[in-house]
């Protein structure tokens, strides 16, 4: 675990090279409410033949939180500096959720440097301005405490939302633990993002993935996108919800190195 200052953001930041100089790159950009942690089942089976940046986004885990709101494009210029200032040249994307958003964001902002792009439970629009504002406003009034349980049902499948699974409290423990400012924030970045017209744009390969039991962005929705990008592919994962990293990590990792084997060089 690292540190960088990019503009004036401390962000918290990790890499695996142990693939070796000349080996091509992997960024992942989480999703709201977890840390880059959410990665590391997938980087384990990927750091062989990978190497790999994780950070965690403006609010979120060991990452500076600014005060919210926030907007997509913070989001964006944030990892866009940050792969400046590691000097990585040309790589491919993988985000979840939002963090599918910031990595469509960087696929069109960095064209000439993104190799390939994964779109893991995400879409180009995700929700609308009333339905983060009333999330917005229950966080405020309670914090994140006060929708976590919701939250969870929405990530994970029934079997995984088990109060007595030790990793179920811990991912728990990690989106409660997510700052106000981080949480409010990137809820307020979400509802002014349509990138319908940004998405339809992309001409780089594309893979988009759904987890079967996602109940935050149902696998329609993020088909949905994969029907937007010009040639993308649309896999969907069994026995996953929202977060296919951590209930189907051999599943989502071999979709990823099958996807950019050949196009991260």
């Not at 060991?62 to 913070?74: F, I, K, R, W």
């Not at 929708?147 to 990793?167: H, M, V, Y």
């Not at 039991?213 to 040639?231: F, I, M, N, W, Y």
């Amino acid at each position: 675990m690292q540190f960088a200052r990019i503009g004036d953001i401390a962000m918290c930041f990790a890499t695996r090279q142990q693939a070796g100089e000349g080996a091509p790159w992997i960024v992942f950009a989480n999703s709201l409410g977890t840390d880059h942690r959410i990665w590391d089942a997938v980087a384990d089976r990927l750091e062989d033949r990978f190497n790999i940046l994780v950070y965690d986004k403006r609010g979120h885990g060991l990452s500076d939180a600014t005060p919210a709101p926030y907007t997509m494009d913070d989001h964006i210029g944030d990892l866009a500096g940050l792969v400046d200032h590691l000097e990585i040249d040309r790589f491919a994307i993988c985000g979840v959720s939002v963090g599918g958003m910031i990595a469509q964001g960087i696929a069109d902002r960095l064209a000439d440097r993104v190799t390939a792009a994964i779109f893991c439970d995400t879409a180009h629009k995700i929700g609308d301005d009333a339905f983060w504002q009333e999330r917005i406003g229950k966080i405020e009034a309670g914090g994140v405490e006060a929708i976590a349980d919701g939250i969870l049902e929405r990530w994970f499948t029934p079997a995984f939302c088990d109060p007595d699974r030790a990793d179920y409290r811990g991912y728990r423990n990690m989106l409660t633990r997510t700052s106000l400012n981080g949480y409010v924030g990137t809820c307020g970045a979400l509802a002014t993002t349509d990138f319908t017209d940004l998405a339809a744009g992309l001409s780089l390969p594309v893979l988009c993935i759904a987890g079967a039991e996602d109940r935050s962005t149902p696998p329609d929705l993020v088909r949905s996108l994969a029907g937007l990008v010009p040639g993308a592919r649309f896999e969907m994962i069994e026995g996953a919800g929202h977060i296919p990293s951590i209930e189907q990590p051999e599943a989502l990792a071999g979709l990823i190195a099958d996807f950019i084997k050949d196009r991260s060089r």
